[in-house]
């Protein structure tokens, strides 16, 4: 099948990944087209219209059927990244028409049509506490197997579920805490250390000497960056990794995460030179061993920055609250509202603090200053 369709797309493949100017050059900037990721018995379709979509269809539905293979239409669906369409989509392959969902799941990846990766996140959890539940019985909770053993199990069977397919994931903060909380409430179970315990989560990660999360996130997706840039230029994954559509722009105000900018943010986190990391990731095994240092002292010095931030807040001096009990019920003094618990109190007059604030804040003069601007000619 020999069809002109797919997404347009303009990359050059001689280095300098962040400078996103060298795309907009008349000279050395190669286009192509992706039309289809194939991977085995899966096929993905990508087009820029839905006419040039259908036409893909089509053309691929001819060509199983000169070798007598057939389509199932109630495994094949159609979805609408980016500006969604007024009406569904209607892609028929033969006389039926195929159903528009608004996520699928591509090579056990959950893809949406917003392109977020909550519903992802979530599946890889799903399936790391299955694999989790399935071992703490016989595992975890015995009494017969060494903690390093529980720990090594964990480590290769539990984490590859939770992070399958992180290399090419762009997450945010609050998901990343999201998945770092599951990982401490593992190891806190697997070393049966309970919240009453009062031990902080560096101490758990010490013991178990495991890092955090955002660490093994952060090796991945740089090891995988540096096996993409190591690929042939007639790669389609590195032409992707380097590359940028012809046509469209961002839309103003804030902007969804792009690959480059998770990577960049990990390389000034791991204090790597985002200008020449193509030059040290030539050579596969230094590339390795130099992620491995510095994803190891970022994770020490994160530890270090938590243990001194929880220990600034146990010095510090907590407020002083008069707290007001009229016949034993605690009473404010302004508007004699009355409270069960101090911390409902103590909201309470932290809200007529901040109002009486506002207020002295609107009855302060104001100066207006008007400036006349003349053009002389």
């Known amino acids: 099948m020999n069809i002109p369709e797919g997404i347009r797309i303009n990359f050059r493949t001689d280095g300098k990944l962040f400078n996103l100017n060298r795309l907009k050059a008349r000279t050395k900037v190669s286009c192509d087209r992706i039309a289809e990721i194939m991977y085995a018995d899966d096929l993905c379709f990508m087009a820029e219209s839905p006419t040039s979509l259908q036409r893909l269809m089509t053309g691929f539905d001819e060509s199983c059927r000169k070798f007598g293979l057939k389509i199932s239409v109630k495994k094949t669906e159609v979805m ?25 799941k591509y090579l056990g990846s959950a893809i949406t049509s917003k392109c977020d990766f909550d519903p992802e996140i979530n599946a890889r959890m799903s399936a790391a506490s299955a694999a989790f539940g399935k071992l703490r019985p016989k595992v975890f909770l015995s009494h017969d197997i060494k903690l390093a053993t529980k720990i090594s199990v964990y480590k290769a069977i539990v984490i590859p579920n939770l992070l399958y397919s992180s290399e090419t994931w762009c997450l945010y903060r609050k998901q990343i805490r999201c998945l770092d ?14 919240w009453s315990d009062h031990v902080r989560g560096t101490e758990v990660l010490r013991r178990a000497n495991l890092y955090g999360i955002e660490a093994y996130i952060m090796r991945r997706q740089l090891r995988w960056c540096g096996h ?67 994803v190891s002292s970022f994770e020490d010095t994160r530890k270090t920055d938590l243990d001194t931030k929880r220990d600034e807040l146990k010095v510090r001096t907590p407020a002083a609250i008069n707290y007001n009990y009229r016949g034993g019920i605690l009473t404010c003094p302004k508007c004699d509202r009355t409270f069960r618990a101090k911390i409902g109190y103590i909201s309470h007059i932290r809200a007529h603090e901040r109002a009486e604030q506002r207020d002295a804040a609107a009855a302060e003069p104001c100066c207006i200053a008007v400036v006349a601007v003349a053009e002389i000619g």
């Open 80 to 104: 609408s990244v980016g500006a969604q369409p007024s009406d569904p989509l209607q892609i028929c392959l033969g006389q039926d028409v195929l159903k528009n969902v608004e996520k699928f």
């Open 181 to 194: 909380r599951f990982h401490m409430q593992c190891l806190r179970d697997i070393m049966n250390i309970h």
């Open 228 to 294: 993409v840039s190591r690929m042939p230029d007639t790669r389609v994954a590195k032409r992707i990794f380097y590359c940028e559509l012809q046509e469209g722009k961002r839309k103003q105000g804030g902007q969804l995460l792009r690959y480059k900018d998770v990577l960049k943010r990990h390389m000034k986190r791991c204090e790597l030179d985002h200008l020449q990391w193509e030059s040290q990731a030539e050579d596969r095994q230094e590339w390795r061993q130099l992620i491995r240092q510095k």
